[in-house]
């Protein structure tokens, strides 16, 4: 089987398409052969050896993937060939609180990701997949997809009338709108381009605030709930958008902590959080039972994911460079087979 891998030393230059032998699944396993994968901001910062400069190479990136359960190992009931799948992020999450056990041990690193003709996983880590998706679709839902499912609805509770603030419009941010919308309440985004800002209007958002042209995003979006605030904020900017975030969450509101697109760390006070109550909530993509619930929930109401532009795998390299760049509007797909 071919995979990409990232091999020597960090880098997009350093990846490099390789020949692998089709690993065989043990008792309880199954192997799969993957038909897309999709990058997720965490596979790139793990190519470029931001994430853990420790990671041991070489490595497979990606985390996103579709499948078709090829052949499964001894003692497998769950599954049989010819199923079509996810795997999980975390592969050994199944349901409850996360430990170290659990998350430990995820897809693109340090587990080999999905970037891959094939791949052996536990039975227990894979979910079916519903009908009406294509494979490509159902590449971007394993963290992206999840991570606002577990966001807003496992943790956060949205329901219908809530305000919902959604940072950007990348693969998390856009299924975050999807879903605040799903669940009936009004979801403001932000972006640093009209365009963009008009087109997830088009998708159901209630209101648009260019973050370049107001700086004082979370003052206004503050302004647009009447000054109250909004209930939820999806947070994936990271430091040094926190601050923000807490001016636009209302008195006891939620902010879920997601991303690091602008930084990890930066000065920060804690007297908005003391002072309004806020809940500060981190979140590690989700558990199997999340993605089940999610799949049902997405079946129900068709919703599709919004893919803005696919690669063939041997040009993957070529989808990391376009997830680097910003200019992507939901997520990117690679077609592997």
Known sequence: MRAWEVAGSFGLDNLRLAERADPQPGPGEVRLRLRAASPNYRDLLMVRGEYDPRQPLPLVPCSDGSAVVEAVGEGVERCRPGDRVCPLFAPRWIAGEPTRERVRATL??????????????PAEGVVPLPDYLTDLEAATLPCAAVTAWSALVTHGGVKAGDTVLVMGTGGVALFALQIARLCGARVIATSSSDEKLERARALGAWEGINYRAVPEWGRRARQLTGGAGVDHVVELGGAETLPQSLKAVRLGGTVSVIGVLSSQQAPLSVVPILMQQVRAQGILVGHRESFEAMLRAFAAHRLR?????????????????????????????????
């Open 305 to 337: 994911p919004v893919v803005d532009a696919v690669f063939p795998f041997a040009e993957a390299p070529a989808a990391f460079h376009h997830l680097a760049s910003g200019r992507h509007f939901g997520k990117i797909a690679i077609e592997i087979g």
């Open 108 to 121: 693109g690193g340090p587990l080999d990701g999905t970037l891959a003709e094939a791949m052996v996983v």
